[in-house]
């Protein structure tokens, strides 16, 4: 397997040549311009064309500062390369470590703004997964708190800034896992991506989309405030739009099940920050922040074959994008 390694060092870090034993690469730098930033597709795309004309099976991008890990792998062997988000990556390693050995009972932590399909495979494996909040801490203290805690147990998290964290692995150990699973994979004529489609098909299809929209000006934050506000206090008044099952009013610390009446206390949150859970397992998150509305939409469905993933993928975006279509259109009535 021949792998292309990616990091801001102009130098091929000393602690990735582990990586690298009886294996075939290419170090190419991603210019430091980008550090801080979110690392996309197409930041990668120089390095997917790269790939293609050096016949390189794997691509895998780290920054061990912010505890980033990014990758890319051909969709089959042969064909182009795909890249994967960092919901796409949690899943991987989740699934990676709860079906793996393990010395103490697991422990996940996830940003709330990071895909469920992490909490079903970790449900289905009998590990408890928790939420946290990246705008009020940040995942290696928050891991790190919680492990002084209780060390007894190995706890892994991912924010959504793509953040890995692992108390029992390096950034650079779990690197190699994720290149250890392309090499797997093409052993049995598969890559990474037939892998998250095996998840897809036994978990469902998860997908996650951040839609954000810029205020205008004050009254239109004010808007979007009275939007929230509205749901609260009359969610039937979206009955048309989302079957609602369960709002959670982080703000005033209320989880509110509609179908039951029932309420429950929670830890309010100083954000203007709700969730919406329908009966149709798709959910939306809703932040107001100082300068924009930011929509969360994550949605789960039946894959059934392989075949079906880029159609229906394509269906879940039209989907989104109609709620969000909707939701604004509200925002006159207020």
């Excluded at 969709?75 to 949690?90: L, P």
């Excluded at 399909?117 to 494996?125: A, F, M």
């Excluded at 950034?171 to 991506?193: A, N, R």
Aim: charged letters at 30%; glycine letters at 4%; one cysteine or more.
């Amino acid at each position: 397997m021949k792998v292309l390694l990616s990091g801001f060092s102009e130098k091929f870090p000393d602690d990735w040549k582990k990586l690298v034993e009886n294996r075939e690469y290419v170090y190419h730098a991603l210019d430091v311009k980008h550090k801080g930033e979110a690392i996309t597709a197409v930041h990668l795309k120089p390095l997917m064309d790269m790939a293609i004309e050096d016949e390189i099976d794997f691509i895998i991008f780290s920054d061990p500062e912010s505890n980033k890990i990014i990758i890319s792998a051909r969709k089959k062997k042969g064909e182009g390369f795909i890249f994967f988000n960092h919901h796409h990556i949690s899943a991987i390693l989740t699934s990676l470590w709860v079906q793996g050995e393990s010395e103490k009972p697991l422990k996940c932590l996830k940003s709330i703004f990071v895909s469920n399909l992490v909490e079903d495979i970790c449900n289905r494996n009998e590990v408890k997964c928790s939420n946290f909040y990246d705008f009020l801490e940040k995942l290696p203290e928050a891991i790190n708190s919680r492990y002084l805690k209780n060390e007894d147990r190995i706890y892994f998290g991912f924010d959504n800034d793509q953040g890995i964290v692992h108390t029992g692995l390096s950034t650079v150990d779990i690197m190699g896992q994720l290149i250890q699973l392309e090499e797997t994979q093409i052993e049995k004529e598969e890559t990474s991506f037939d892998y998250l489609l095996t998840l897809f098909q036994y978990y469902g299809l998860h997908k996650t989309k951040t839609i954000s929209v810029d205020y205008s000006d004050k009254s239109h934050r004010k808007n979007y405030l009275g939007l929230l506000d509205k749901i609260k206090k009359r969610p039937t008044s979206i009955d048309y739009i989302l079957k609602i099952e369960k709002i959670i009013d982080f703000k005033k610390g209320v989880k509110r099940n509609l179908l039951t009446g029932k309420n429950t206390d929670i830890n309010s949150l100083d954000v203007d920050l709700m969730k919406i859970h329908t009966d149709q397992n798709l959910s939306l998150l809703l932040h107001a922040e100082e300068d924009r509305m930011v929509f969360y939409i994550s949605t789960k469905v039946s894959l059934g074959s392989r075949d079906n993933y880029t159609a229906t993928s394509k269906a879940i975006d039209m989907e989104m994008f109609r709620i969000v279509q909707v939701l604004n259109k509200l925002l006159v009535n207020i």
